[in-house]
């Protein structure tokens, strides 16, 4: 995992555990009912909104780091391709040069006789 996705998680669980620590507190704090379910309420509707931007930024992460191995796995499927072209370039060359030296030994061999 790089640096900068432990950094994104740390944040993420940093912003979590916040509110649900205010969360706690709310509960515990001594006021009356009906002001506690408000300010659940309130942090309820704002944890949604943070846990949606949280959601909306790995998306965003995840598409580039797709986007990334398809761009890196394109370029070595090309590579391979051309090292696999370049090869058999080779092969053909030099079978064709063995096929020449086949050809040229019998026609030696019947100049000399």
Sequence with gaps: MSSKDESLSFIAGFVIGGLVGAAVALILAPQSGEETRAQIR?????????????????????EEVSAEAKKRS????????????????????????????????????????
């Design 42 to 62: 309130e942090k309820g509707i704002e944890l949604k909104s943070r846990a949606e931007d949280i959601a909306e930024e790995t998306r965003r992460r995840v």
């Design 74 to 113: 394109e370029e070595l499927q090309t590579r391979f391709q051309k090292a696999l072209d370049e090869t058999r370039e080779e092969l053909v060359s030099r079978l064709e040069a063995i096929q020449k030296g086949k050809g040229a030994a019998p026609a030696e061999a019947e100049a000399e006789a």
